[in-house]
């Protein structure tokens, strides 16, 4: 993906969210609380921020709040009864008879900025119903849909396949 | 509690299944992908739930399987999508041409 100019340099909370991520994923590994795991997975953490940080330009994207944990959160409960409706709708065109579908290539636009936020973004769509991201250019997606209704123009395949996402997704990447 | 995983395991096995025969019965490389993708994805994470409810103790390991299933499958299969698409095969479409780039 391109780098995009208007993702601002790196900053301190760019380390700390490096730094925080590490930890979580230490954490969950070792499985516990318990203190002594705790101590060297903050040390190794800092060391993974402080030696790699400078590397992780996945998370420059990301737009720091004190709401952003709420909005991860509504976005993934979202995205999960998407991705439990994608399944069902599938099941149900595979188990017909006749296999109604009516595939097209349609372009859709995003106003998201940051590799991040294409990359999740392209990745909701994927896992969504009936669509599948082919390839991103800029700021425009080529989506595989299953079952596109005639006549569909860039406007609202826009509207119907990732505005819901976009929304969620604006709120805490850029 | 181990019933309720016994559950989610054939529920995660159903999808899969489910997947596989979307796989079979789809006409080309695309929707083939779709049904893959879908229910690979929801099979793992069900089947991974349903671990859960089996063996309390892994819940954070799975959790961490879940997190790169999720992050990783969507981008296995835009990155086929797209190589297919580069290799020049078109998309089986049945309805009238839609938008600027076919």
């Given at each position: 993906m391109e780098h995009t100019a208007d993702i601002p340099p790196l900053s301190w909370p760019h380390y700390l969210l490096v730094f925080f991520v590490s930890l979580l994923l230490w954490v969950l590994l070792t499985g516990t609380f318990d203190r002594q795991e705790l101590v060297a997975g903050v040390l190794v953490s800092a060391a993974?921020?402080?030696?790699?940080?400078?590397?992780?330009?996945?998370?420059?994207?990301?737009?720091?709040?004190?709401?952003?944990?709420?909005?991860?959160?509504?976005?993934?409960?979202?995205?999960?009864?998407?991705?439990?409706?994608?399944?069902?709708?599938l099941a149900a065109r595979v188990l017909a008879p006749s296999l109604p579908i009516n595939p097209a290539l349609v372009e859709i636009r995003t106003g998201l900025k940051s590799p991040l936020g294409r990359m999740l973004l392209a990745n909701s769509i994927t896992l969504t119903p009936g669509t599948l991201t082919v390839d991103v250019v800029d700021d425009?997606?080529?989506?595989?849909?299953?079952?596109?209704p005639p006549g569909t123009d860039l406007h609202q395949a826009t509207e119907r396949i990732s505005a819901a996402f976009e929304r969620h997704l604006s709120r805490f990447l850029i | 509690m181990s019933l309720i995983g016994d559950?989610?395991?054939?529920?995660?096995?159903?999808?899969?299944?489910?997947?596989?025969?979307?796989?079979?019965?789809m006409p080309d490389v695309f929707n083939r992908l779709q049904a893959g993708t879908k229910a690979a994805t929801l099979g793992t994470l069900a089947v991974l739930l349903g671990i859960g409810f089996n063996h309390p103790g892994w819940w954070a390991k799975l959790v961490v399987?879940?997190?790169?299933?999720?992050?990783?499958?969507?981008?296995?299969?835009?990155?086929?999508?797209?190589?297919?698409?580069?290799?020049?095969?078109?998309?089986r479409v049945l309805a009238r041409k839609i938008g600027t780039d076919g």
């Amino acid at each position: 993906m391109e780098h995009t100019a208007d993702i601002p340099p790196l900053s301190w909370p760019h380390y700390l969210l490096v730094f925080f991520v590490s930890l979580l994923l230490w954490v969950l590994l070792t499985g516990t609380f318990d203190r002594q795991e705790l101590v060297a997975g903050v040390l190794v953490s800092a060391a993974v921020t402080l030696l790699f940080g400078r590397r992780f330009e996945i998370f420059t994207g990301f737009r720091f709040s004190w709401l952003a944990p709420f909005h991860i959160l509504s976005y993934l409960g979202y995205f999960f009864v998407a991705l439990i409706r994608a399944n069902l709708d599938l099941a149900a065109r595979v188990l017909a008879p006749s296999l109604p579908i009516n595939p097209a290539l349609v372009e859709i636009r995003t106003g998201l900025k940051s590799p991040l936020g294409r990359m999740l973004l392209a990745n909701s769509i994927t896992l969504t119903p009936g669509t599948l991201t082919v390839d991103v250019v800029d700021d425009r997606l080529l989506v595989h849909w299953v079952y596109c209704p005639p006549g569909t123009d860039l406007h609202q395949a826009t509207e119907r396949i990732s505005a819901a996402f976009e929304r969620h997704l604006s709120r805490f990447l850029i | 509690m181990s019933l309720i995983g016994d559950i989610l395991l054939v529920v995660g096995c159903a999808f899969i299944a489910l997947g596989s025969l979307g796989l079979l019965r789809m006409p080309d490389v695309f929707n083939r992908l779709q049904a893959g993708t879908k229910a690979a994805t929801l099979g793992t994470l069900a089947v991974l739930l349903g671990i859960g409810f089996n063996h309390p103790g892994w819940w954070a390991k799975l959790v961490v399987i879940a997190g790169f299933v999720l992050f990783t499958n969507p981008v296995g299969s835009s990155s086929i999508a797209r190589a297919a698409r580069k290799a020049g095969i078109k998309p089986r479409v049945l309805a009238r041409k839609i938008g600027t780039d076919g």
